[in-house]
Structures are given as C-alpha cells and as structure tokens.
C-alpha cells in the first residue's frame, strides 16, 4: 500500500478526492478503529499539498484496498477511462496481498450489503441471475448522462472545466488572461446568461473583450448578435454594453472551449474532443432550453464530437443549399435539442459578415422571441445562483432601457 500511495502526486485531482470520500465511507461503514481515522484525515489534507504523502506503515486492511478499488472503477465510469498512473495503481492494487484482519468485514458480506458499488470487471464480483441487467441498466444510463445518482452543479463543472485546462496541451492566449486579472484556467461559460431560457446561442471560442469582461458573446461579432437581440425585443440596436449585457440575460451561451486561444486560431480538434463531455453536461443536463442557434460550421458539427452516432446527420445537413434556413432536430444525452445553424458573425467572415444581421433577425422572427413573463432585476452573478435560476426575458419596459453617465434612466435608440 505504501508503494501505492508513492503515486498520488501523479493523480489527477478526481481520482485523489473520489478515494478520500470513498475511505471515508468506507471507514464509516465498517466502523474503523482509530488508526484508519486518522489515516484518513491524513489523506485528505494531502490532496491540497499532493508533494505530501501519508504514512501506511501502520494500517494495511482490505478495507482501505477495497476502498481504492471501487473509487478508481468508479472514476473510470464516470470519467470515461483512467490516466496510465491510476491504470498502474490499479494494476497494483490487483497484484497486491490480501490480508483480513479482526474487525473487517468479509468481502462476501460487504457485496451482499454494497451490491452497487462492485463494479463486476474490476473487483470480480460474479454475476448472478437476474441481477446483472438491474445493475448494469442504471450505470449504463448513468455514464451517458442520463439518470444518475447525482447531476452536477454549475459551480462544480467550472471546477472541471478548469482542471481539465490546467493539465496543459492548449496554447491559451496567456497575455490577455493577465491583463483581465484571470488565471488561464478561468474559463468564460454563461456569463450573465440563463440555464433556463428557452432559447441558446452556440459559437466556437472566446475572444478578447469576452475575456476581460468574463461575459460571452460581447467582442464584436458577439455585438451583432445582442443588438439583433435588442431589436427583435426593443425595435433597435443596444445603445451601450449595459444594455447589451442586460438583453443576453434571457438566453443561454455556450462555445466549444470556454478558453481563448492564441491568436484567435480555431482549437485542434483534440482539445474540443477534451472539452466535449463537460460542455455537452453543461447543454444537455444543466441547460433547461432546447431551441440552439449555432454559429459557424465549428459549433454545428462539434454536436458529432459529443455524440459521434450524429456525425453523418449533421454533416448531410450541412451539405443542403438550404441549411441557414432551415432546421435539424437532434438528441444530445437523451435531450431533445433544435438546432439553427447560421454563419459565424466574424469580420473576417467576408462571405456572410454583412448579411449575419438579417439573417439572425429572420431566425428570431420566426422562433417569436421574446415571450417570457418578466425580466430580472439584476444579471446573475453568483456561481451559486445558476442551479436554482429563473431568469426569463420579454419586452417588460425596463429591459428597452438603459442608464446614462450620470445615472439617470434614458429610453432605447430605436
């Protein structure tokens, strides 16, 4: 065990607090003496200093093993595989003695009482008749995203989204991340959007201006889409950042990489392929809206990335003449979702730059919005409020208004 533990500085960050819970429980369970309380405290302030590791010399039970065991199975299954230093650890584990001492609970036992955390490949636990399919159905779905235990918080996938940044490969635009006062693994998500409007706008990457205001969508072919936003609600263009950061809070934003990469480049397809699983959480299970606009050939194909059985429906779809006028009714993780492609709103984009904003004001026209109750007081700031949001957008009279200099309320430039 003590070999073992050697390796927890090559642990990615998952893998380490998923075995502290996991012994914690498991300690909790079988009622452990105090040494492996204390062990287990140990553990667990070593993961913020991963330099550190705890002593093992004095305890090596089947609990604390069997506790491994089914934390690194159960990150693989929620992760989709282990990095080659958690395979090794499990290879290790597998090899190792397996030694009972008094006050353990056999292994027979504990399977009969924790059926559900055995996961039959890694801990051999056999199959039994009839249980088989009622265990695996639920993992299955699970893994794919669709009933689970337990779904994600908003806060908690920005923790994800960061330390999947932090493990290197991207050449993120360092220099525009300082001057916003961020660190490179800051990642530019929703913004002061809503995870439950209706309606949603998908783009490639973030820019300058929406790194430093942390607000997506706001840099200059993010502009076109908020001013055609104010006009279909206002009957014009947003008169300054206020209002254009007011009128993005009845709709949902999203990009394949919520990082900026250096100059502007479009990011490989190997990290929007890192990225795919938490972006497609964030749309499919944290999303409450099905109604997607996409912008960009990247956006719109980027769904065959997160769902490859969808890659030659979206491709056939964006082959047609016809497809920015047009829809395709696609499923993401068991979601239902709509897509409404249209081109990137770049200037560099000569072939489509000058006709984006009618082409967006036709797509809103059709899709009748706006059409919520009210509108927010305030954009939601907090982290903490995105799970419990009820942000909507209509034509309530304060959303056509914007504030002066000096303070003082002044009608929309319509």
């Not at 065990?1 to 090559?10: C, F, S, T, V």
């Not at 399977?111 to 039994?128: G, K, M, N």
């Not at 014009?236 to 709709?251: E, H, K, M, N, Y």
């Not at 006028?325 to 068991?334: N, W």
């Amino acid at each position: 065990m003590r070999e073992i533990m050697n390796d927890l500085p090559e642990l990615s960050d998952r893998a380490a607090i998923t075995i502290a819970e996991a012994m914690r429980q498991m300690a909790q369970s079988d009622g452990a003496h105090p040494q492996e309380v204390a062990l287990i405290e140990q553990f667990e302030s070593s993961i913020d200093d991963r330099t550190s590791t705890p002593d093992l010399s004095a305890i090596d039970t089947p609990a604390l093993k069997e506790a491994l065991l089914k934390s690194l199975a159960l990150v693989a299954f929620a992760d989709g595989g282990l990095s080659e230093a958690e395979r090794a650890v499990l290879r290790r584990l597998r090899s190792a003695p397996r030694r009972r001492r008094g006050g353990c609970r056999p292994r027979r036992e504990r399977r009969r009482r924790e059926p559900a955390l055995h996961l039959r490949r890694r801990t051999h636990l056999p199959r039994q008749r009839g249980q088989a399919r009622a265990l695996d159905g639920p993992r299955r779905q699970a893994h794919r995203g669709h009933a689970g235990p337990r779904r994600v918080s908003y806060a908690e996938l920005l923790q994800k989204l960061s330390a999947e940044a932090a493990r290197g490969g991207m050449d993120i635009d360092a220099p525009v991340y300082e001057e916003a006062g961020r660190s490179v693994c800051d990642p530019t998500v929703l913004g002061s959007g809503s995870l439950d409007a209706p309606l949603g706008f998908f783009g490639r990457d973030p820019g300058r201006d929406e790194v430093l205001q942390n607000e997506p969508f706001i840099g200059r072919g993010g502009r076109l889409v908020r001013d055609a936003l104010h006009r279909a609600a206002c009957g014009g263009p947003c008169v300054d950042d206020r209002a254009a950061i007011t009128i993005g809070q009845g709709v949902f934003w999203a990009n394949t990489v919520p990082f900026k990469p250096t100059d502007n480049k479009a990011w490989s397809v190997g990290v929007k392929r890192r990225f795919a699983p938490l972006v497609a959480t964030l749309i499919a299970e944290l999303w409450r809206g099905d109604t997607l606009i996409t912008l960009g050939n990247d956006a719109f194909l980027w769904f065959g990335l997160a769902e490859p059985a969808l890659a030659p429906s979206l491709q056939g779809y964006w082959a047609r003449e016809d497809r920015y006028e047009s829809h395709l009714d696609i499923t993401l993780r068991g979601r239902p979702l709509r897509l409404y492609p249209l081109p990137h709103p770049s200037p560099l984009n000569a072939a489509w730059f000058a006709r984006f904003p009618a082409m967006l004001d036709a797509r809103l026209s059709a899709l009748g919005w706006p059409g919520r109750p009210t509108l927010p007081a305030a954009p939601p700031d907090s982290k903490d409020n995105k799970d419990e949001s009820t942000w909507t957008y209509n034509r309530a009279p304060e959303a056509c208004r914007s504030t002066s200099a000096d303070g003082s309320a002044t009608g929309s430039n319509t």
